[in-house]
């Protein structure tokens, strides 16, 4: 079955630097990934959606600036959290879309900013 | 339009139990369906997922019921486990749209 690998699983990092979250399709080409945020006891959030070779597209309300994504290849995609603070401490989650309709997700990555 | 309810929010189930969740949506656009189990911790993983041109689909313990005049769709586990005990989440999907829609999430937990 499709796999998609998130790494890091976890991650700590200080207030103000940056954090960059790897996603990858391990059997299967990806012409669309995603990314969400999940709260505790909450669903997810839709993030971004990007397009392999374009810009992502993001959610209504969500800082294009402070999130930056990139989806360099049809197996990777890249979200990077910039000037991390404390609000930004959250499960983070990619799910990656095939030629199907299947939408296969990570593992998510839990950041912590102290 | 684009909204899925989801009810209820949490769930307590014997063991050997029926869990059932229930969904609704009001897009009638939306062609496909999938149920996604989570664990503490872990991503959503696909557990099952239906189109709505059949009203049931069962794999395994799993059954997804779907109801296209009245805009609903269930997730009943039979013989629920304690190994069950997870978040479940229904989605909805249209083509022309590409994102899923998530509905709020069910809290299972099944007691030994």
């Known amino acids: 079955g499709a796999v998609v690998s998130q790494h890091p699983s976890w991650v700590i990092c200080k207030s103000g630097t940056s954090v960059k979250i790897e996603c990858r399709s391990l059997d299967f080409q990806a012409t669309t990934m995603f990314w969400y945020r999940q709260f505790p006891k909450q669903s997810l959030m839709l993030m971004a959606t990007s397009n392999e070779g374009s810009k992502a597209t993001y959610e209504q309300g969500v800082e294009k600036d402070k999130f930056l994504i990139n989806h360099a290849s049809l197996t990777l995609s890249t979200l990077t959290v910039t000037s991390a603070h404390p609000e930004d401490s959250s499960f983070y989650i990619c799910?990656?879309?095939?030629?199907?309709?299947?939408?296969?997700f990570g593992s998510g990555t839990r950041l912590t900013v102290v | 339009q684009q909204q899925v309810k989801q009810s209820p929010q949490s769930l307590i189930v014997q063991k050997g139990g029926i869990s059932i969740i229930n969904c609704a949506y009001e897009?009638?656009?939306?062609?496909?369906f999938p149920w996604y189990q989570q664990f503490p911790g872990k991503g959503p993983a696909l557990l099952i997922a239906i189109r709505p041109d059949v009203s049931e689909k069962k794999e395994g313990r799993f059954t997804i019921s779907f109801n296209k005049s009245a805009k609903q769709f269930s997730l009943h586990i039979m013989d629920s486990q304690p190994g069950d005990s997870a978040t479940y989440f229904c989605?909805?999907?249209?083509?022309?749209?590409?994102?899923?829609?998530f509905g709020t999430g069910t809290r299972l937990l099944v007691s030994p």
């Open positions: 897009n009638t656009a939306f062609d496909y």
């Open positions: 989605a909805a999907v249209s083509a022309g749209f590409q994102k899923l829609v």
């Open positions: 799910s990656a879309s095939g030629t199907d309709y299947g939408y296969t």
